[in-house]
């Protein structure tokens, strides 16, 4: 087993070529950040350089089950079971060339899997990449994190629970939480940062009753997979982590495509924004000025409609905006822009991200809505939650203990409160950051005190109510008014939020809080807490990955059909 001191002597292969870039801010603490004045950038020719709004957008394509049923026979309680392969594909990304990723069925974005409310799901997961990884020259090990998701701690995508190429795991998943957009991604402990950024990566929409009567459904409901990524000059992914701060692409992609051009109706589309990148934030906008309306956030629909000029928001960071086209004519276009924050590194096109382009209505509209709606009602309590409260039901008096994470970068790691996942595993994996009781209620503050870098947190298996910041007048922002898992805490910010322990039908374990700047993340800023009793459903020996001994076509993929390129 590579310890993870041999892990931080693994070679990168990243992108050679230095250029001037345009550091916003770019801050420090207590280690040398003069490596960051110059970065890399994509190596290209001219010929092979994508340019802004020339690419055809595209959807990923939606994956079937390859069964369903009932459990016990009662139609109640109604199941799916899908089949993945983790394996490298070719994706023509820049102009004449071939990018190797390593993907999910090997594309990227992986497969779309939407699933209603109570739908037990079952994702079996193979991996079928080489030995060895084309990015860290380590061994191609994954881990699947569904993100957002009330799972068993087996199935959580805890980091050491790693699947070898040539094994298999089955991920279940219970499904019983509210409508939301989950993502399920690769959380290998110390290659987390390049295992997504080479592929691993897919959307996970999660539906129920509320939501699909109130908001966009069909073709009017879009993924939009924001990444950012540099290319060395044959097309190759480029990578470069800056000294584990992150890595800052100059080519924004959405979906997989450069800067695509989008065909739109006349109509309300609802947008679901995931930033996949691995480091970089985004502050986006129309480019004429026009707003956005935000009708949900990472864990489901928020209760107001909030209009909004733009909005910030990090490495996996979730919100569903409605833009409406109505008042638009066929042949106008209008742009997503990125208006940046602070400690990115902004190159000549990254303040774009794609182009909206209006054309002829094609008739009567199946799945749109006919108005902007100013409340939404998501029908409060989950069912299947088992004493679960809406998290923006929770109010402070609930809180039984409070707690302060503080994220800071010492010694040359990015750490929680002093602490790192070396910590974890050299505990024994006994080392909690806290313990609540199942169902309690708690009040955590993160605290960034690293000085000039921002940090989204993420914390597994629940949902949290922003109650506070040290800034906007001590209010969470308006983006941020419905229920969230990652809390962005920006440079010298403090976030504090509401949490319930709840788990559903199952009885707890151990789960992780990390940075989802994953180049931090792996280095190290990452620690665990309990719900319950610590040793139960133990996340790397319960139900372990074990050799896959089936066929590599026994589980073909079936796609929906697609929709037409570019719309």
């Known amino acids: 087993m590579t310890t993870r001191r041999e892990a931080l002597k693994i070679g990168l292969i990243g992108a050679a070529a230095l250029g001037t870039v345009s550091a916003k801010g770019l801050g420090s603490d207590d280690d040398d950040v003069s490596s960051l004045s110059g ?16 690419g055809v957008f595209r959807r990923p394509p939606e994956l079937l089950p390859y ?3 009932f459990d016990d026979g009662d139609p109640q309680r109604p199941y799916a079971r899908y089949a993945l392969t983790q394996k490298t594909g070719r994706a023509q990304i820049v102009p004449g060339l071939y990018t190797t990723v390593a993907g999910y069925n090997g594309i990227f974005p992986g497969p779309t899997i939407r699933v209603d409310q109570g739908t037990r799901t079952e994702l079996r997961v193979r991996n079928a990449l080489p030995a060895r990884s084309f990015l860290h020259g380590g061994s191609f090990n994954t881990v699947t994190h569904l993100h957002g998701s009330a799972s068993l701690p087996q199935y959580d995508g805890y980091a050491n629970d790693a699947t070898k190429p040539g094994q298999v795991k089955t991920y279940h998943y219970p499904n019983w939480q509210n409508a939301r957009t989950l993502w399920y991604h690769d959380h290998n402990h110390m290659v987390t940062a390049q295992g997504v950024y080479a592929g691993l990566a897919a959307a996970y929409p999660l539906s129920d009753p509320y939501e699909k009567a109130q908001l966009p459904q069909g073709k009017y409901d879009v993924t939009l997979l924001i990444s950012d990524a540099m290319f060395r000059a044959d097309g190759s992914l480029g990578y470069n982590d800056n000294g584990h701060s992150g890595l800052w692409g100059d080519v924004v992609l959405v979906n997989g495509v450069p800067w695509p051009t989008m065909k739109v109706h006349p109509r309300i589309y609802r947008f679901r924004v995931l930033i996949g990148s691995i480091a970089r934030s985004y502050r986006l906008a129309l480019s004429n000025g026009n707003p956005v309306y935000m009708v949900a956030t990472d864990a489901g629909m928020m209760p107001k409609v909030q209009a909004l000029s733009s ?3 990090g490495t996996a960071e979730r919100y569903e905006v409605l833009i409406d086209f109505r008042n638009y004519k066929p042949g106008q276009t209008v742009d997503l822009r990125n208006l ?9 096109h ?3 991200v794609m182009r909206f382009q209006v054309v002829d209505d094609p008739g009567p509209a199946v799945g749109t809505i006919p108005s902007v709606p100013s409340v939404l009602d998501d029908g409060g309590v989950p069912a299947g939650g088992h004493g679960a409260l809406h998290p923006m039901d929770l109010t402070p008096s609930m809180a039984v203990a409070k707690r302060v994470l503080r994220v800071k970068r010492s010694g040359g790691e990015w750490t929680i409160n002093g602490k790192t996942w070396e910590t974890v595993e050299k505990s024994g994996f006994t080392s909690l950051f806290g313990n609540p009781e199942r169902n309690t209620v708690e009040q955590w503050t993160i605290v960034n005190d690293s000085g000039g870098w921002f940090h989204p947190v993420h914390i597994h298996l629940v949902d949290g109510k922003i109650i506070g910041r040290n800034t906007n007048n001590g209010k969470p922002f308006a983006w941020e008014t419905g229920p969230k898992d990652v809390f962005y805490a920006g440079e010298n910010e403090s976030v504090t939020v509401l949490m319930q322990f709840a788990t559903g039908a199952h009885s707890g374990g151990k789960y992780m809080i990390h940075c989802h700047n994953l180049s931090h993340e792996d280095h190290d800023m990452m620690i665990q807490f309990a719900v319950g009793n610590p040793r139960n459903n133990d996340p790397v020996a319960s139900d372990p990955p074990v050799a896959d001994t089936t066929p590599l076509g026994m589980f073909p993929p079936v796609y929906r059909p697609a929709w037409p390129a570019g719309y």
Do not use: C, F, H, I
Request: net charge positive; charged share 20%.
């Open 311 to 313: 909005w910030r928001q």
């Open 67 to 69: 069964e369903t049923g």
């Open 39 to 54: 970065m890399t950038r994509s190596q290209l020719a001219s010929r092979n350089m994508p340019v802004p709004y020339a």
């Open 350 to 352: 990254t303040n774009k």
């Open 340 to 348: 940046s924050n602070k400690n990115n590194l902004d190159y000549s």
